[in-house]
């Protein structure tokens, strides 16, 4: 018994002093393979990221906004090629990153996709959430994230990446796109 505990509190010490928080996003430039969306067994998937924003009480297909006028939702919806939704999985939204302090104004990460593409900034995860049921406002088949709004403009590079559990689609990436937030007329 004194063994088990001695383990244990091992244990716990080797976590509280790691250099990262278990819970906590990885660092910039950091990877974390077991997040990555990496193909496996099962069908062939379609892995389609799209734009909504919440204007009041109101949902709309979007690709851009004006700043501060409205919320950024992040949609995944995956199916299999015949259209034949996902029911268990998990979706990793991520967001091009340069270099610079998230949430921080005056020096703003968000980076377009193409710089995600070059290789001058690197994608960064934003939140992974389980995939066992639908949206609230969508359906079948998909994974939502609000991403809230911006206060300069400015465009940011997303794409999400699903990852297969105990169903039929394999795991896979969405293709990137950009969402532009505009200067208010």
């Known amino acids: ?10 244990a716990c010490s080797l976590i509280a002093c790691s250099s990262q928080s278990p819970v906590a996003p990885a660092a910039f430039g950091a990877s974390d393979s077991s997040l990555d969306a990496k193909p496996s067994s ?16 109101v949902n709309q297909e979007a690709s851009s906004l ?19 939704p996902a029911t268990l999985g998990s979706v990793t939204f991520d967001y091009c990153s340069y270099n610079g302090r998230p949430n921080d ?9 193409e ?17 066992s049921s639908s949206c609230q406002f969508f359906g079948g088949g998909t994974s939502c994230l ?4 911006c206060r300069t403009p400015r465009t940011i590079g ?11 689609i394999a795991g896979g990436t969405s293709e990137a796109r950009n969402f532009v937030w505009v200067a208010q007329s």
């Open 66 to 84: 004006p700043v501060l006028t409205g919320e950024l939702i992040l949609k995944a919806q995956v199916t299999d090629t015949s259209g034949n």
């Open 158 to 168: 997303f794409r999400f990446r699903y990852a297969q559990k105990n169903g039929t």
């Open 115 to 131: 710089a995600c593409e070059q290789g001058l900034a690197k994608w960064t995860r934003l939140d992974s959430i389980y995939f």
């Open 105 to 113: 104004i005056t020096q703003a990460d968000h980076a377009p996709k």
């Open 146 to 149: 609000g991403f809230g709004t």
């Open 1 to 10: 018994m004194l063994r088990l505990i001695a383990v244990v509190l091992s």
């Open 42 to 57: 099962g069908v062939p998937g379609v892995y389609a990221l799209s734009f909504w924003v919440r204007v009041g009480n």
